[in-house]
C-alpha cells in the first residue's frame, strides 16, 4: 500500500457526492471510493468507481476530507494527474473524470484511449 497525495484530486462537489452515497449504505460500513481503469470500453479502456472499505495490497490510498480514494497500481499509471468531478445539470448527473492522459473518447465519454 502506498499513500499518495497527487496522484488523483477530487472536487469538493465530488467528495459531497461520495459521502452521500456512503451515508446512504445502511449494511455496509464503507469509507471511501474504488477508481480503476478497465479494459472494454469503445476507445479501448473504461472508468469504474464503486464504493469501498477495504484495500488491496496494490493499493494507493489518498485520503481527501474524510474519504479515502482506492486505487490499484495498475490503474494509477493511466490516472496519474487525473481530476474526479461530479457534474449536474439538465440532461444528467454523475461522476467525470478529467484524465489530461487520454488521447481520444468516445460519444460516451466514459471510455478513453491511451
Known amino acids: 500500500m502506498t499513500t499518495q497525495s497527487k496522484l488523483v484530486t477530487i472536487t469538493p462537489k465530488a467528495i459531497e457526492k461520495v459521502k452521500?452515497?456512503?451515508?446512504?449504505?445502511?449494511?455496509?460500513?464503507?469509507?471511501?471510493?474504488?477508481?480503476?481503469?478497465?479494459?472494454?470500453?469503445?476507445?479501448?479502456?473504461?472508468?469504474?468507481?464503486?464504493?469501498?472499505?477495504?484495500?488491496?495490497?496494490?493499493?494507493?490510498?489518498?485520503?481527501?476530507?474524510?474519504?479515502?480514494?482506492?486505487?490499484?497500481?495498475?490503474?494509477?499509471?493511466?490516472?496519474?494527474g487525473s481530476e474526479i468531478d461530479y457534474i449536474e445539470d439538465v440532461m444528467s448527473a454523475g461522476f467525470k473524470i478529467n484524465n489530461p492522459n487520454t488521447s481520444s473518447s468516445c460519444a460516451c465519454g466514459s471510455s478513453h484511449a491511451f
Open 20 to 80: 452521500e452515497f456512503i451515508d446512504s449504505e445502511e449494511e455496509k460500513k464503507q469509507d471511501g471510493l474504488r477508481v480503476y481503469v478497465a479494459g472494454g470500453g469503445c476507445s479501448g479502456f473504461s472508468y469504474g468507481l464503486s464504493l469501498e472499505n477495504e484495500q488491496a495490497d496494490d493499493d494507493n490510498i489518498i485520503n481527501t476530507d474524510g474519504i479515502k480514494l482506492y486505487i490499484d497500481s495498475a490503474s494509477a499509471q493511466y490516472l496519474k
